[in-house]
């Protein structure tokens, strides 16, 4: 194959140069961000030679190349003058629903910063429950400076919010948190405190309480920041950049955001804090329930991100919020329903199943129930939402409020709790817990047993099968390199693999974030991001495993590999960890394929029935080919 060839002819038909914002490559797909992806002629991509296919996703657009895609990509730059930084490309000019783009936005702020602000309200709300106890006393010296710990982030928030924005709207993040500074500086704090009429260059500039723990205010200004910042870097000549860019983007931003910027951000917050304490203070029990039900569906779709600067907002305006506790009861229900499963099912191993995703569920963490157990099997699901919708009932009726922010809705979060409404807000934990329990159990479900039995029926799975193997006819085991749920390829939100465009496999849904090998073999490509692994077993398989959908976006955020490019595995041996849960909370789709790249080679290629769930080292596929010849291992690495 003539790379540099194929190379030219991509760039052509993507739209040329000047369509291509930049150009990334993970395991097997060149990622381009184009200016407009309708100006790339997809029927002429997909018949180039060495082209597998094409698809569009997340506002990518995808060729698909498979082991040579490392070759094309550096004859791609070494031939144009395209960008390879996607984090520093500008946006696509392809139209957004409006609503989705705030939602990503929104999201894409707040998810870097949750550990600060998950961290700092469990301190403060462990430090209430010490007041609560007794153990300390606001007067002390150890409760100020607990107290400073935990105020830290959420005094100085919109500082860790300009430094994501920038990052989110490709601007500078010190020149960002420059402006969050100034905004805080306590000499400002006390001009607004003195009652004087404020102007500057006698422009007024609108008085404001505070701009600490405020939210709007400076994205809105950090949003405005990325555009002037390149307009002045854009009319600026080179020698003066280093100079003029930050001095006059701080220049026209700080003194904008206070005239204009700032009090129209506070003005929105405010607006956003009412109409939620209208709600709830009108209809409360109403607003209650619908949030206690759908919060799990809510966090699903991703827009519970949407909720975070009006949670801070409220609790900044008002010392109090009522959407949190709608979150505690909700991972209740999840945890009761998940627990029902695990006193009804039948089956061994889901019962444990349910019962370890029910208690982990207990702890705030609700992936694993609600998307292994509860929504596997529907009805649990409706479970889960009857028992979030009676806490919330509960909370509605007695005002049940949360009085700092968490990152924990589960057990470990309750000191978050602790204020005058704390027993109501117990009361309705419970109720929400029990009510899944009881309403899982009577609503019934239809058991993984008997699933599994039916399925027997039609198809043996592959560890109880044995197979008549005839003469010059050799078979190879892959065991599973995960524990979690066998799901079919064609299932898998992504046609390069449910096409079969790779070649043919299984997918496995992860109940734990841990890739081991499937077999006897060598380690020939662990991808930079961690997510995608090549592996070439002794018999010749050539085996991809590829960790969630769109994940390579990470850059090996939450990922860690354990052994490198050429180690010698056998099953079970650890390569990768990951972090399920975060992973998840940062909206990706962790369903994980597991390709057999050189399925040509193969007369049959049999997998382990779906809808089972299966533990790391079962048997998972089998693979058949021709003759031993057929069978033996390739020269060249798999993903060379």
């Not at 004859?75 to 990503?104: C, D, M, R, W, Y």
């Not at 960790?547 to 990470?554: A, E, K, P």
């Amino acid at each position: 194959m003539d790379h540099t060839a194929l190379a030219k002819d991509i760039l052509k038909l993507v739209g040329g140069e000047e369509n291509v914002q930049s150009v990334v490559h993970c395991m097997t797909r060149l990622r381009f961000t184009l200016s407009d992806n309708s100006k790339a002629d997809r029927a002429q991509l997909e018949n180039l030679p060495g082209v597998m296919g094409t698809n569009i996703s997340s506002g990518q657009f995808q060729i698909i190349i498979g082991n040579n895609v490392p070759k094309v990509y550096q004859a791609l730059v070494q031939n144009s003058h395209i960008s390879t930084e996607g984090n520093k490309a500008t946006e696509s000019k392809e139209k957004k629903n409006p609503v989705t783009a705030v939602f990503e936005v929104i999201a894409g702020v707040f998810t870097p910063i949750i550990p600060a602000i998950a961290g700092a309200g469990m301190i403060k709300g462990f430090l209430a429950l010490f007041v609560t106890l007794g153990w300390l006393t606001p007067e002390s010296q150890t409760y100020a400076i607990l107290n400073i710990i935990g105020d830290g982030a959420f005094y100085f928030l919109p500082i860790l919010l300009a430094v994501s924005a920038a990052r989110k709207f490709n601007t500078n993040p010190f020149i960002a948190a420059s402006v969050g500074a100034a905004i805080l500086h306590p000499n400002l704090a006390a001009l607004f405190a003195s009652g004087e009429k404020i102007e500057f260059i006698g422009i007024p500039v609108t008085v404001v309480a505070t701009y600490s723990s405020t939210v709007i205010p400076i994205l809105l200004a950090i949003w405005a920041a990325s555009y002037v910042e390149k307009w002045i870097d854009r009319i600026t000549h080179q020698s003066l950049k280093l100079i003029v860019v930050p001095t006059l983007t701080l220049l026209i931003i700080v003194p904008f955001t206070l005239i204009a910027v700032g009090p129209l951000g506070t003005v929105i917050g405010d607006y956003l804090s009412t109409g939620v304490n209208f709600l709830f203070n009108n209809a409360a029990i109403v607003s209650s329930i619908l949030l206690g039900a759908t919060f799990s569906l809510i966090i699903m779709t991703g827009m519970h991100y949407a909720l975070s600067p009006i949670i801070i907002n409220g609790l900044a305006q008002n010392g109090f919020d009522y959407m949190i506790p709608a979150m505690f009861v909700a991972n209740m229900g999840q945890a009761g329903a998940a627990l029902a499963v695990s006193l009804r099912t039948k089956n061994t191993k889901f019962k444990s199943l349910a019962f370890t995703t029910g208690i982990t569920a207990l702890m705030g963490i609700t992936e694993p129930a609600m998307y292994g157990v509860n929504m596997k099997l529907k009805r649990p699901f409706v479970a889960a939402m009857i028992g979030g919708a009676a806490g919330g009932f509960y909370n509605g009726l007695t005002g049940a409020k949360s009085f700092v922010i968490t990152g924990n809705a589960g057990l470990p979060g309750i000191p978050v709790l602790i204020g005058p409404t704390f027993v109501h807000a117990l009361i309705g934990l419970v109720i929400a817990f029990a009510a899944a329990i009881i309403a899982g159990y009577f609503l019934g479900f239809k058991d993984v047993e008997t699933e599994q039995k039916a399925s027997a029926e039609t198809k043996q799975p592959v560890e109880n099968k044995t197979l008549s193997v005839q003469p010059g006819v050799t078979a190879e085991q892959l065991f599973s390199p995960l524990q979690g749920e066998v799901r079919s390829l064609h299932t898998v939100n992504d046609a390069t693999f449910s096409q079969e465009i790779m070649g043919k496999g299984i997918a496995i849904f992860p109940h734990q974030g841990e890739v081991v090998s499937p077999v006897h073999g060598t380690i020939t490509t662990i991808f930079k991001t961690k997510h995608a692994i090549g592996i070439t077993s002794d018999d010749g398989a050539e085996i991809l495993i590829h960790v969630g959908l769109d994940t390579v976006r990470l850059d090996g955020q939450h990922f860690t590999a354990h052994l490198h490019e050429g180690s010698r595995v056998k099953p079970g041996d650890k390569i990768v960890s990951f972090d399920v849960e975060a992973i998840q909370a940062a909206g990706y789709d962790l369903v994980t394929p597991i390709i057999i790249t050189n399925t040509d080679r193969y007369k049959q290629i049999e997998a382990a029935a779906q809808g089972i769930t299966v533990r790391a080292g079962e048997p998972l596929l089998m693979l058949s080919a021709e003759s031993a010849e057929e069978a033996a291992p390739h020269t060249s690495p798999v993903l060379s």
